[in-house]
Nanobody
Framework: QVQLVESGGGSVQAGGSLRLSCATS????????MAWFRQVPGKEREGVAA????????YYADSVKGRFTISRDNAKNTMYLQMNSLKPEDTAMYYC???????????????????WGQGTQVTVSS
């Protein structure tokens, strides 16, 4: 099993920055692939960024490219999402997710992952 605990959410003005963290516990092999998703009430969950533990490959949604950076510290069993130049449309609940293997075409699809955190709220005001 894997436990994922997000932190770092909060309220910020447009143009500001936040860094989300996702602390993991459990079998490391279950977190080879990790990602951040976000969801606004009434809308589908959206893939934001994904990272492959062993090679460090990263993938981003077009809506966040150039503004968000996903990274992980394997020694600390923690994944991060640095969010810069935040916009009101980035307001959402952000979720951390992980799995042992995910097809490349599913890296930003929520049905590609087995383990999920409880989420952390990000609110960006204009």
């Amino acid at each position: 099993q894997v436990q994922l605990v997000e932190s770092g959410g909060g309220s910020v003005q447009a143009g500001g920055s936040l860094r989300l963290s996702c602390a993991t516990s459990g079998y490391p092999s279950n977190t080879y692939y990790m990602a951040w998703f976000r969801q606004v009430p009434g809308k589908e969950r959206e893939g934001v960024a994904a990272i492959y533990r062993l090679e460090g490959y990263t993938y981003y949604a077009d809506s966040v490219k150039g503004r968000f950076t996903i990274s992980r510290d394997n020694a600390k069993n923690t994944m991060y999402l640095q969010m810069n130049s935040l916009k009101p449309e980035d307001t959402a609940m952000y979720y951390c997710t992980a799995d042992s293997w995910v097809r490349q075409e599913n890296l930003l699809r929520d049905d590609g992952y087995k383990f999920w955190g409880q989420g952390t709220q990000v609110t960006v005001s204009s």
